[in-house]
């Protein structure tokens, strides 16, 4: 069983452009949540998606936007891209284990890089 | 909002040594997760902690939220050069999580 897939691995862009993010959750997974991750900080939450809507956003703009498709699987975009946005891009998503309690797996990240 | 505090921000370690990771929350924790993360790429699941006193292990780490539930500490026995990484807590509010900036661990051969 494949965990949680991202793509691509990495990515350059330069400022003003726009990019695309993609996610896959675990089988049976049918909620996913983004997470940014700068260099020496701990992941902060973008978005969650749930039955393709957006169920809750964290403290980003809305140059950050996202997808959920049928298949559970995500897209990050984000538009008009600033140096800040530099980071590691995290998607999770989510299970409800045998104790009963939910349990987020999380996919390998894209490293994205702004010039 | 709630914050997480995780100590020491930095561990270097001889391989075989005992150590131990803490974690603490501004506010009641209601479940909190331990993750590792190699440099520069996904996190890891390693556990779940949700009730007070609760403790768990997986193979030589083991995690304990106290009686409070407003902190965790993680810990190793007898470690090796794979233990190292960064280890970061992360308290679930309402299914997302919030994390503590991490523990980076060397481990000295």
């Known amino acids: 069983d494949a965990g949680v897939t991202q793509s691509p691995t990495h990515l350059i862009k330069t400022r003003g452009q726009q990019v695309t993010l993609r996610c896959s959750p675990k089988?049976?997974?049918?909620?996913v949540s983004w997470y940014q991750q700068a260099l020496g900080q701990g992941p902060q939450f973008i978005f969650q998606y749930y039955e393709e809507e957006e169920r809750q956003r964290g403290n980003f703009p809305d140059r950050f936007s996202g997808h959920q498709f049928p298949n559970y699987s995500s897209e990050l975009n984000v538009n008009a891209l600033l140096l800040g946005d530099s980071a590691l891009y995290l998607c999770a998503s989510r299970y409800l284990g045998l104790a009963g309690r939910y349990e987020q797996y999380f996919g390998p990240g894209t490293r994205l890089t702004v010039t | 909002s709630q914050e997480l505090e995780q100590s020491p921000q930095s561990l270097i370690v001889q391989e075989g040594k005992n150590l131990t990771i803490n974690c603490t929350s501004s506010k009641t924790l209601y479940g909190l997760y331990w993750y590792k993360q190699k440099y520069g790429e996904g996190l890891i699941f390693l556990m779940m902690l949700q009730k007070g006193g609760e403790e768990k292990s997986h193979e030589k780490i083991t995690a304990k939220l106290d009686e409070k539930k407003q902190q965790s500490s993680l810990h190793i026995t007898a470690s090796q050069p794979s233990h190292a990484g960064i280890y970061l807590c992360g308290a679930d509010i309402e299914d997302k999580i919030i994390f503590g900036k991490g523990t980076r661990l060397h481990i000295l051969p």
């Open positions: 089988s049976g997974h049918d909620t």
